[in-house]
C-alpha cells in the first residue's frame, strides 16, 4: 500500500515561489516514478511534472517548463515540486502520485499512475 501526502500550499503573490513536498508511506520508495499533477476550479487534471525513480529523467508540461523543478529524495521518501515565478493561472489543486516504475521513466500520463495524495491547495494573487 502505498500512501502520499502533500505540503508546502499557500496563497501566494504572482512572481513568487513555493516548494510543494510529498512524503511516501511505502516501503521501497525508489520502486516508483513519481508525478505532479494540478487540477484547476472548473478544468480537468492536468500533468505538471515527472521524475523517474532515480531522479536521472524529468519531464515537465511546456506551460512550467523553466519555472518548476522537480526532484526527489529516495533516503526521505520524498518528492519535491519547486515553483518559481507562479503566475495565476497556476491557481490549482496539486496532486501527487506514484507510479511503479519499470524502467527509469517517469510518465506524464495520469491513467499510469496508480496513488494518489489528497492534494494541496496552491492559490496565486495577481
Known amino acids: 500500500q502505498v500512501q502520499l501526502a502533500e505540503s508546502g500550499g499557500g496563497v501566494v503573490q504572482a512572481g513568487s515561489s513555493l516548494r510543494l513536498s510529498c512524503a511516501a508511506s511505502?516501503?521501497?520508495?525508489?520502486?516508483?516514478?513519481m508525478g505532479w499533477f494540478r487540477q484547476a476550479p472548473g478544468k480537468e487534471r492536468e500533468f505538471v511534472a515527472a521524475i523517474s525513480w532515480s531522479g536521472s529523467n524529468t519531464d515537465y508540461a511546456d506551460s512550467v517548463k523553466g519555472r518548476f523543478t522537480i526532484s526527489r529524495d529516495n533516503a526521505k521518501k520524498t518528492v519535491y515540486l519547486q515553483m518559481n515565478s507562479l503566475k495565476p493561472e497556476g491557481t490549482a489543486v496539486y496532486y501527487c502520485?506514484?507510479?511503479?516504475?519499470?524502467?527509469?521513466?517517469?510518465?506524464?500520463?495520469?491513467?499510469?499512475?496508480?496513488?494518489w495524495g489528497q492534494g494541496t491547495q496552491v492559490t496565486v494573487s495577481s
Open positions: 502520485a506514484a507510479d511503479i516504475a519499470y524502467s527509469d521513466y517517469g510518465s506524464s500520463f495520469e491513467a499510469e499512475y496508480d496513488h
Open positions: 511505502v516501503r521501497t520508495f525508489s520502486a516508483y516514478a
